[in-house]
């Protein structure tokens, strides 16, 4: 068991199986429709082909015995794999909020959840900059993107 624990800290490992998961799983949700035969499928052999070479690149560490114990986290490294963390649980309800309430709402909430998170300044004033950021930020984008560009932008699907 401790030298299963051992090959993991490897970060070569890690890399290759985590872009083999990522990989595996876009494959798996790429369509039939004329969208999905270009960019989805490269990105997906892309990524299937660059964990293939990680995967091969510690496979021969293995055999060799060279493993590197290079993935172990300090004390000083906590504060950032928390911010980290909460950044990824922000991203995550991005993509529920898009669902739920469109692009431009969703993109507000997302701009302003991430700059109040990573201001230093926690008070009201912080805040309600972020607000007016976030709100001139996306107005500016919604302009210039689907009045200059014309770019069409995902709805609500409960809204809409």
């Known amino acids: 068991m401790l030298r299963i624990f051992k090959l993991f800290q490897d970060s070569d490992l890690l890399t290759g199986l985590l872009l ?3 990989a595996s799983l ?4 790429v369509g039939s429709s004329a969208k999905d035969w ?3 499928l490269m990105a997906c052999y892309t990524l299937f082909a660059i964990s293939i070479v990680f995967l091969i690149k510690s496979f021969i560490k293995i055999i060799s015995k060279t493993i590197e114990k290079d ?4 004390r000083e490294q906590l504060p950032s794999i928390i911010n980290v963390v909460f950044f990824s649980l922000i991203v995550f309800g991005f993509l529920f909020v898009l669902f ?3 692009f431009w709402i969703a993109s507000f909430i997302f701009l ?3 700059i109040s998170y990573f201001n230093p300044i926690k008070n009201i004033r912080g805040y309600a900059k972020a607000f007016v950021i976030s709100l ?3 107005a500016v984008a919604y ?3 689907t009045h200059v560009f014309y770019v069409p932008f995902p709805e609500s699907r409960l809204f809409g």
């Not at 876009?26 to 949700?29: L, M």
């Not at 993935?71 to 300090?74: E, G, K, P, R, S």
Request: with cysteine.
């Open 38 to 40: 270009v960019f989805p």
């Open 100 to 102: 739920a309430f469109g």
């Open 136 to 138: 001139v930020a996306c």
């Open 26 to 29: 876009t494959y798996s949700g």
């Open 71 to 74: 993935l172990v986290i300090d």
């Open 143 to 145: 302009v210039v993107f």
């Open 20 to 22: 083999l998961l990522i």
């Open 112 to 114: 302003f959840s991430s």
